[in-house]
């Protein structure tokens, strides 16, 4: 299955490094994998749900080159669904902004994964939240030991693909986001078709190897998919 | 009286099968501080002939430093160095060496070449460098995901990343001098008591030390000096190599991949690492192990993976280590299997007449 993505990356003048950062990239090596991650953070806002969130698996070429509007670069990535450990392979383009802050733009182009359907787990689960009476809440996914209780992986999965709306738009090429943790989540009373949720997530960031809070207000139904209202940072606590 | 003496056989042997050799110790699970202090010392009781517990320094909250020295009794020794929890939250570093302990004892009774490296060779293992760090991150579930030490910092915030305070191109690459960041390599070179510690005792035995590996997590990376973009090991080619092979052991246990290269082509430049710092001191094989995950848990991997996790690291360390004992020590046996087959293929070629 052939993907196609597309990140538009732009950087400001960064330091020059002694290996490849334009032209050819070697695969294994930081500037293709940081692209290849905002290009991840794209899929899982474009496709992810409770029960699917994608991982990269691998990223087999990548080319960067400057442009004029900012830095682009062409990928080759193989992503994978943690859930169901499938693999889905296709190209990227990620183009950074030159100029001032911005998220990069990301084009994907990937046959199996725009096959989507919602699927029966994720109309359960909007059922069981759509109709409950008391509004589900949970602190620490996954908790101090790693343990998430098994009711909770799909609220935690939730979280790493809102998250991703925040990771996306802080990604530069000088960032590799992941989720370390969902803080908190409450679910919030609504009359619209989607379910509403509140949460806390804890972001980190490889590079500078610092934890960032955001708080999140977003929207979810199986058909709409992640849909983000409100995205907060929270200073930095100084202990 | 025969049977009083039957009766005496059978004490002493059910009084020896609870001192000897077997620690009850859960090493899928992640301890606490007092209970992996508590392990230290039973390690120590159940092994006397090969465990020694040495003290070398103190932490800045005054809490103590020490490794387990593993080893048949013996001068002059090699050695090799591994640390764990230099960082507070990468909490499967520390479950790692513990598991590496136990796994070596064991296996240096059922393996033959595993008992010969003990008799070549000491092992000096830390469970857990930054002490205080480690405890911090057990206090409460906000400080999970604390990095450096303790030391108060003089921004009114806590704590340097002791992975950026050693003496190897100290404050250049990778740091921020806002004490509050997670890579602030403190107010100088070695400031930290922590890497003090570790600098002043390897730095004594250095000569002897064959291979360095600091264990961290996450990001299934076997990573090589320099941390410095523009600075390249002696041995680098020799490092990759090494790296390469261990990163394929690794695989082989669980199908896990781990990348191999220098930090600031894989991951990011740095300075003031104690890979780099012992790199620098002349030790050969220095690597920095970042353990699972990848990234979907980070820091806080289940303890279900701590198994496995240890298991592939425990293979790919074990690679490393037993190249490093056979260059030291088999080097005429090494190159005697070699001289044969090219002596013999020098011959073929002089007899037919070709030049090689």
């Avoid at chain 2, 699970?29 to 040495?54: C, Q």
């Avoid at chain 2, 108060?152 to 001098?177: A, H, I, Q």
């Avoid at chain 2, 390599?185 to 600098?199: H, K």
């Avoid at chain 2, 289940?302 to 074990?318: H, L």
Wanted: net charge negative.
């Amino acid at each position: 299955m052939q993907c196609y993505l597309m990140i538009i990356v732009e950087t400001e003048g960064s330091e020059e490094e002694v290996m490849e950062t334009t032209g050819e990239l070697n695969p294994n090596h930081y500037p293709a994998q940081r692209a290849a991650n905002a290009a991840r953070h794209y899929v899982n806002t474009r496709y992810g749900s409770p029960y699917k969130v994608f991982m990269l698996h691998k990223v087999h070429s990548g080319n960067a080159e400057d442009v004029a509007n900012g830095r682009k670069y062409q990928l080759e990535i193989s992503f994978q669904e943690m859930l169901s450990n499938n693999t889905y392979k296709g190209s990227a383009e990620v183009l950074y902004p030159r100029e001032g802050p911005g998220s990069p733009e990301v084009k994907v182009s990937c046959a199996e994964l725009e096959a989507y359907h919602k699927t029966q787990e994720e109309e359960a689960l909007y059922q069981k939240l759509k109709t409950s009476v008391s509004m589900l809440s949970a602190q620490e996914l996954p908790d101090s030991h790693g343990r998430i209780e098994p009711d909770m992986e799909p609220l935690w999965s939730l979280g790493i693909v809102a998250s991703s709306f925040i990771m996306l738009k802080e990604s530069t090429e000088d960032t590799l986001y992941n989720m370390a943790q969902v803080g908190s989540v409450t679910q919030v009373f609504t009359e619209t078709v989607e379910l509403k949720f509140d949460y806390l997530v804890l972001l980190h960031d490889m590079v500078s190897q610092e934890i960032i809070r955001w708080k999140l207000q977003f929207g979810w139904s199986p058909l709409g998919g992640v849909k983000v209202q409100q995205m907060e940072k929270i200073p930095h606590r100084h202990t | 009286m025969f049977l009083s003496l039957t009766l005496t056989l059978l004490v002493l042997c059910s009084g020896t099968a609870t001192s000897a050799n077997r620690v009850d110790y859960d090493y899928f699970k992640y301890h606490r501080m007092e209970e992996i202090t508590k392990w230290k010392s039973d390690m120590v009781a159940a092994h006397k002939d090969l465990v020694k517990l040495v003290e070398y320094g103190k932490t800045y909250e005054n809490r103590t430093i020490d490794l387990l020295k593993i080893g048949f009794k013996g001068q002059n020794k090699k050695i090799i160095w591994m640390d764990c929890g230099i960082h507070a939250r990468e909490w499967i570093a520390p479950a790692f060496c513990q598991y590496f302990v136990k796994t070596l004892l064991e296996s240096s009774k059922t393996d033959p070449k595993v008992e010969l490296m003990l008799r070549n060779m000491d092992f000096y293992v830390t469970p857990v460098l930054n002490v205080d760090g480690y405890m911090f991150t057990w206090t409460n579930e906000t400080n999970r995901l604390w990095r450096k030490n303790r030391t108060p910092g003089s921004c009114g915030c806590f704590g340097t990343d002791l992975n950026r305070n050693f003496y190897s191109n100290w404050g250049t690459k990778g740091v921020s001098f806002n004490c509050c960041s997670n890579t602030y390599p403190g107010q100088g070179p070695v400031s930290e008591p922590e890497a003090q510690a570790l600098t002043q005792f390897v730095g004594n035995i250095s000569d002897n030390v064959l291979a360095f590996l600091t264990i961290h997590s996450y990001g299934q990376l076997l990573l090589i000096p320099y941390g410095h973009p523009e600075v390249i090991a002696p041995n680098h080619d020799q490092l990759m190599e090494v790296g390469l092979a261990a990163a394929e052991a690794i695989e082989k246990v669980h199908g896990m991949k781990y990348k191999v290269g220098t930090s600031p082509t894989i991951l990011y430049p740095n300075s003031g690492s104690s890979r780099d710092w012992a790199r620098l001191q002349g030790i050969p094989y220095t690597f920095t192990f970042e353990l699972r995950d990848n990234g979907t848990h980070g820091f806080l991997l289940p303890q279900e993976q701590i198994q496995p996790a240890c298991e592939e690291a425990y293979s790919g360390a074990m690679t490393i280590i037993r190249h490093a004992h056979q260059e030291a020590f088999s080097r005429a046996p090494e190159t005697a299997a070699l001289w044969g087959p090219l002596l013999l293929m020098a011959m073929a070629q002089w007899s037919l007449g070709c030049s090689l």
